[in-house]
């Protein structure tokens, strides 16, 4: 496996690549992998010929110094995994140095307001700091597509958008966010749970397909409610939003318009651990 820490080393095996007229995939990530990132690289392979994975945890998009500091780091277990997907992926896991030179900041975006609502909200300049660094990356490697997951699914659209301002020709793929079998969605934060908290964090998924169910029959202050008191039921999970939202604008939702499509959205605690997730409701 082809592993590249330095930005010269990575793109003179690219310009090798794009020399013979073969496209590139690209799947950012910050590391450890689970099945969400490995279903993202299998779409990647399935359609270009080469695949870049970027293994990087960005300091820019982190508002807490804690949350940075505690994010999992498993980089022998993501490359042993990325192995037994498929050898000829090409690993970049640059230091932060090399990305951003010694001025580790992020660069303001306007994302025509996508970037105030939820996690913008709630994450003090999170998507410049995930504008800035994907901005970097794709001018680093140029890819054709680009695959992230629903599972961050305001991401998704921020990410669409970045590559409108920046004028990029990449094409932004959207992939299902994949589940244990539990409902709880994969992510790499889970790996700081307890057996018993993932138990308990599963209520995250039943809530939202509690809202997905009565979506029809509920007003969405109904839906708001029901899903707040469940929450409340529990002590060891801390709500932070539940919001109900246009895919495009991703404003709340007040009253239900016809020929619009929403989805859910959950932010939580559990023993200090921040979880997200969303689903499709209509
Ligand atoms: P992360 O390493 O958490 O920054 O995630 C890297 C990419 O993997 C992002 O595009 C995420 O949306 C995606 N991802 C993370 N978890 C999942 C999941 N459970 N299902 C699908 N995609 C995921």
């Known amino acids: 496996m082809l592993i590249y ?10 310009s090798l690549v794009k020399e013979e007229n073969k496209s590139i995939g690209f799947v950012p990530t910050m590391g450890a992998l689970h099945r969400g990132h490995l279903a993202l690289a ?7 010929d080469v695949v870049v994975i970027s293994i990087f945890v960005n300091p820019t998009q982190f508002d807490k110094a804690t949350d940075l500091e505690k994010y999992p780091r498993t980089f022998e277990g993501d490359i042993s995994l990325l192995e037994s997907l498929d050898k ?3 690993v970049f896991a640059p230091e932060a140095s090399q990305l951003y030179g010694n001025s580790i900041q992020a660069t303001s975006y306007d994302f025509s307001g996508i970037e105030n609502e939820m996690e913008g909200k709630h994450r003090q300049g999170h998507f410049d700091g995930v504008g800035t660094v994907l901005n970097l990356f794709f001018r680093i490697i140029m890819p054709s597509k680009a695959y992230f997951g629903e599972k961050d699914f305001q991401q998704l659209q921020i990410v669409k958008k970045l590559v409108e301002i920046e004028q990029l020709p990449i094409d932004i793929i959207g992939c299902s966010i994949v589940r244990e079998k539990s409902g709880l969605a994969m992510s790499s934060r889970n790996k700081r749970l307890s057996i018993q908290e993932k138990e308990e964090a599963t ?8 809202a997905k169910e009565n979506f029809n029959s509920l007003s969405l202050s109904e839906l708001n409610n029901l899903v707040k008191n469940e929450f409340n039921k529990t002590s060891l999970l801390e709500l932070e939003y539940f919001e109900i939202a246009d895919i495009n604008t991703l404003k709340t939702a007040v009253i239900k318009k016809e020929n619009t499509t929403y989805r859910a959205f959950i932010a939580c605690f559990i023993s200090g651990v921040r979880l997200i997730d969303n689903m499709a409701l209509n």
């Open 5 to 14: 820490k330095n930005i010269d080393s990575l793109q003179e095996k690219l």
């Open 42 to 48: 299998a779409q990647a392979i399935k359609e270009n």
């Open 88 to 90: 000829t992926i090409i």
């Open 203 to 210: 209520l995250i998924y039943k809530t939202l397909l509690l």
